[in-house]
């Protein structure tokens, strides 16, 4: 009994500690953390991170307006299907919670908590990854407000006040006095409020230039230089504070960034996390088998537009190069073509330009080593579509993602090869000409499966999975998340975004006996 009591009392302790240090599910950045983490969570939480950063790069893809009902169930859904429960609630529970009354007995409360400490912790060690370049910066300023956005416009009036006197923001509302001699004003400038509501609401008066996005639109009162906002306007200038905060401390980090790139530990994740992949790990298929005598016939039906352009260039020329060999080897490995298969495979095209023991002494060696069975033992990851968009395709070559790679009137021909209509193929092209490849390939899916839904691809082995889903050949099965060590061993050791970094890396001198041209 005494025993018991102890670990309540610590487990209240802990409570107590993360109220005091994270009171409230919107926070401002204002604050770098000093908690101790250990580097598997470190990675985890980052993972984490950008899962939900995606999501809402994705939702502006989609061209879904900021904080609109259907931006907001897009988000939620996707959330919610990727299994990322904490951002959730935080987001849908926006505030200081419901449970203030009982928080210590509430393992929902103590959840919300732990949530709020991992969304913290979080944010800044993505700084470290997106500090790097002006394109880095963009990209992760935007994506943090529209979270941030998302968070604030679940408040109440009530919270919002809250959120104002914790961050001790100097935002007072009118007097009474100031608001009647303003009435007819304010009524005229405040868009979708009648009169009487008007007169319930609290206004605040700030400066014109922290609230542009709203004098801009129209959606205020403007008078003698400030701009008169209600309650729930806030979000902008709350907002203006947050990018202020996150830009001055992105520049802040970047001047320190070569003392953090000196721990290995930390370097190479860091450096890798942005072009990394975070879905399924379709490492290995143990949910079916499938036999080489399919693949023509799987290749017309279930794979994606830049797996289709491989197979057809095996079965054309009998040979691949190396890079070529990596992206369609591993995807063949996840689908579930066992290695003794896949070897008998690559030898029966092969051979039809070289002899058996050439292709043994130079090709075999290569396939076992991608199953995990030579060298390093490392069962390698099929490469995601982000890897593939980053790959650049030597002449003669047939890696990489066609959507990106090739001219308009090569894509248009190939698409059109492929059975697409014209209608059809412009249906792609809208999304290619934005640079929205990974959509383009949801389209192509969407057309030549003619389903209703909208699918989002962020790998050629999703596309395969869903596709026989559709048809019926096998069951829906759970996603599997990819762990934060598979990542860092499969993924963080070989993708690099060298456009982005600059930085060269040493290649592991297996790897490079391996390729072969």
Known sequence: MEFNKKVKVARNAECNHLEKKYPHNVLLYEET????????EFEQVALQRLQVLRIYEQAQARGLRLLTDEWKSFVQTE????????????????GIGNNTNNMTNSSK???????????????????????????????FVTRELELFKHKFSSMTASEIKQFIKLHQLKYVPLSQEEK?????????????????????????????????????????LVHRGYCYITIHDVISIAASKQQELIENGLNCVKLLINEVDTDERLYRFIKSLHTSYTGKDYTINKSASVPIECLDDLSNKSFPLCMKICHE???????????????????????GVTME?????????????????????????????????RGSMTNYTPHSCLKIIKEVATPGSANGCPYRLYDQNTLR?????????????????????????????????????NSPDEVAINHPNQYFELSQTLMGQRGESKTKRLPSKAATKNDFDTVFDNELWDVDMPIDNEENLSKQT
């Open 33 to 40: 953390p000093t908690d101790t983490i250990k580097l598997e």
């Open 313 to 335: 260039h095996i079965r054309t020329h009998h040979h691949l190069k190396h890079a070529g060999r990596m992206q369609y080897g591993l995807f063949l490995k996840g689908i």
């Open 180 to 220: 009647q001699s303003l009435k007819e004003d304010l009524i005229d400038s405040t868009v979708g409020y009648s009169a009487a509501l008007v007169e319930t609401l609290d206004f605040y008066k700030v400066p014109f230039t922290q609230v542009l996005d709203l004098v801009r639109t129209r959606r205020c």
């Open 341 to 373: 298969d896949s070897i008998r495979f690559w030898r029966d095209e092969f051979i039809k330009m070289m002899d058996a023991e050439k292709f043994a002494k130079n090709y075999q060696y290569n396939i076992e080593h991608n199953y995990g069975k």
């Open 79 to 94: 959330l919610s299907n990727e299994g990322l429960k904490g951002y959730l609630r935080l987001i849908t529970n926006a």
């Open 109 to 139: 409360y103590e959840f919300e908590l732990e949530s709020r400490r991992k969304d913290y912790l979080s944010h800044f060690i993505l700084r470290l990854v997106y500090c790097r370049s002006t394109e880095l910066i963009r990209w």
């Open 413 to 449: 021909q190939k698409l059109s090869s492929v059975g697409l209509s014209v209608t059809h193929i412009q249906d792609v092209m809208q999304y290619v000409a934005k640079g929205h490849y990974q959509l383009a390939c949801g389209k192509f899916f969407q057309i030549s499966h």
